[in-house]
């Protein structure tokens, strides 16, 4: 669900600094929001701080938002530490794969292009037109 920024109620949290959340704005300015934030029912913020407050600075206005009802404070705390101790970075071994994989896709070899061009050549050829 999308719910305004400005209705998000924000309580003590365990993590008390949002630092480093240039590289999340700069992300989310590209590919927008991934993960929703979560609220309980009364709009009180349970994971999410850091995108809640990328998209504060960037001027959102609206966010999406996973709401959790019927929660108490214990269910709530503990969501917030779930979510930020349940998540595994890449190995240094899957980065670099990864890496390696977007720089061929983004830099295709001269026969996977020449295949490219040959395959919409003939889509073009046999589409239907209109």
């Known amino acids: 669900m ?6 998000i ?9 949002t630092e480093d959340i240039e590289a999340l704005m700069d992300s989310m300015k590209r590919y927008g929001l991934l993960n929703p934030i979560t609220i309980n029912s009364k709009n009180v913020l349970i994971a999410g701080r850091r995108r809640f407050e ?10 999406n938002a996973v709401v959790v009802e019927d929660t108490d404070k ?4 503990e969501l917030e530490i779930e ?3 349940q998540r595994s970075d890449f190995t240094d071994k899957e ?11 983004r830099n295709p070899n001269f026969l996977v292009r020449l295949w ?3 395959v919409a050549f003939f889509k073009r050829l046999f589409s239907p037109r209109y």
């Open 116 to 118: 490219r061009a040959i």
């Open 95 to 105: 980065l670099m794969e990864a890496y390696a994989r977007l720089e061929r896709l």
């Open 83 to 85: 979510e930020n101790t």
């Open 54 to 63: 990328a998209a504060r600075r960037l001027g959102w206005r609206m966010i």
């Open 74 to 77: 214990v269910t709530e705390l």
């Open 9 to 17: 109620k924000i309580r003590r949290r365990v993590r008390r600094k």
């Open 2 to 7: 999308q719910i305004a920024l400005e209705d």
